[in-house]
């Protein structure tokens, strides 16, 4: 009978004892990396900002990807970026605006992993996962300048281009514009 009262043990507690000390240390990981950057954001300076050992960190992210994977994912979570599929059927200045806003907010993050990323291959992952986001986004604002009059009149009045010499420039841009991996191994020059 007493074996029928025992109540199963459950590990709620401990498991949410983890799952805080993870949330901590990425919430220090995402600081440090807004503060001086992934490629000088170091294991011992993590887990001093959870209030943890450095064994805590290794226990919870095994290797550098997997926390760089947790600490984008969870700024990203707390700072979405602009979803394009919204931007169906507004001007492209409408749609300009509002990423050129996010950028503008999220300008030292974004420094500090772009300026980090050739230095830092657990970052590689995360980065394309952003830029294929923003694929669509990219050949939109491209073909949108090409489109432009004024576009059109500095290639060929200002810079001297025949039509033809224009069209294939512009199909040109638009292209390289859907070319995210093209794209992020120039940045990262």
Known sequence: MSSERKRPYRKRRRA?????????????TVRLHGTV???RTTIKDVAAGAGVQRATVYRHF???????RACSAHWASLNPPPDP???EGKPLDAALAELYDWYEWGEAMLVNVRRDLPLVPAMARPRAV???RFIALHVAAALGHALQ???WQSLT?????????AVELMVALVDAAGRPTRRAARSAL
Do not use: H, V
């Open 85 to 87: 599929a919204a931007w």
């Open 16 to 28: 949410e004892r983890e799952a805080e000390t993870r949330q901590r240390i990425t919430e220090a």
């Open 149 to 151: 009059f004024e576009t």
């Open 37 to 39: 950057g992934p490629a």
């Open 62 to 68: 095994p290797d550098l990807e997997s926390l760089f």
């Open 157 to 165: 009045r200002g810079g001297g281009l025949s039509n033809r010499d």
């Open 130 to 132: 952003f830029d294929a």
